[in-house]
């Protein structure tokens, strides 16, 4: 198995790519050295297969062998989370990234204990996890919003809230047909507020409960995006299925 490294869009598309930064870091803790071969990803979809050619004390020098393109998400989702406390929200970026989860869009809601925002540490938890899930796009992570933001600015098809006092169980919400992208929305440790959850079923959201049982807030969404992957997305894939683009 080759080790796999992200790099920038820009440097991947030399024919002699420079890898710095934590690119760099990652391959001196993996004692690469000069003649190995490694897997680079620009995040979106771009490989290449690299031989290293030069070391020096802050960067690399990678000459490309092989370049092509890797598509995934059958099911573009997309989750829209309650921030919750620290430790949590990054356990869950990081399970949300291993179930194919494709954004993730904090929100301050009414019961939110008002917590920072740390997005170089949330981009990283991100990066690693889609590194070491084999994810060849790096999924997004959006900027911490109030909730009625990101109520407004929701697109999706398939729009679902995760609220344990909705009449309506899961299976009665999910159509046939997969639908072309869908969006999760999961309250934080206190779940919504009343007007929250109207204010979502007015933006389209269906109210989903999950049955008698209480989850955590870092178990919920998990658990659905479980759910829908099978349904819809690729847990029904075959590992070695490739849907590869050579260029
Ligand atoms: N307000 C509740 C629990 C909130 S659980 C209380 O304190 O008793 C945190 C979030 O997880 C909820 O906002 C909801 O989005 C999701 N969740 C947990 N259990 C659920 C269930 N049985 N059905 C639907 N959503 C659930």
């Excluded at 490989?47 to 990678?62: E, G, N, Y």
């Excluded at 959201?205 to 049955?211: A, Q």
């Excluded at 998990?222 to 690729?234: F, I």
């Amino acid at each position: 198995m080759m080790h796999r490294l992200f790099v920038s869009p820009v440097a991947l598309q030399e024919r002699l790519v420079v890898i710095s930064d934590e690119a760099f870091h990652h391959l001196s803790v993996l004692r690469l050295r000069v003649g190995d071969e490694v897997l680079l990803l620009d995040g979106s979809g771009h490989l290449a297969r690299v031989i290293l050619r030069q070391l020096s004390r802050s960067t690399a020098q990678a000459e490309v062998l092989e370049r092509w393109e890797e598509g995934e998400a059958l099911l573009p989702l997309r989750l829209i989370q309650g921030l919750p406390k620290g430790e949590k929200f990054e356990w869950l970026l990081e399970k949300g990234v291993e179930l194919g989860i494709s954004a993730f869009t904090p929100v301050l809601t009414a019961r939110s204990q008002l917590r920072g925002e740390k997005t170089a540490r949330w981009q990283r938890i991100i990066q690693e996890a889609a590194r070491q899930s084999r994810r060849p796009l790096l999924p997004v992570l959006e900027e911490l919003q109030p909730l009625a933001a990101a109520l407004t600015a929701t697109t999706e098809t398939l729009r679902l809230m995760l609220w344990e006092e909705g009449s309506i169980p899961l299976n009665s919400a999910l159509p046939p047909q997969a639908p072309a992208s869908c969006v999760l929305l999961v309250g934080p440790e206190g779940g919504f507020a009343a007007a929250e959850a109207d204010l979502a079923m007015t933006a389209g959201f269906i109210p989903v409960s999950l049955g008698k049982r209480i989850l955590r807030t870092e178990t919920a969404g998990m658990a659905v995006a479980a759910v829908l992957q099978n349904r819809y997305g690729d847990f029904g894939t075959s590992s070695s299925g490739k849907d590869q683009v050579r260029c």
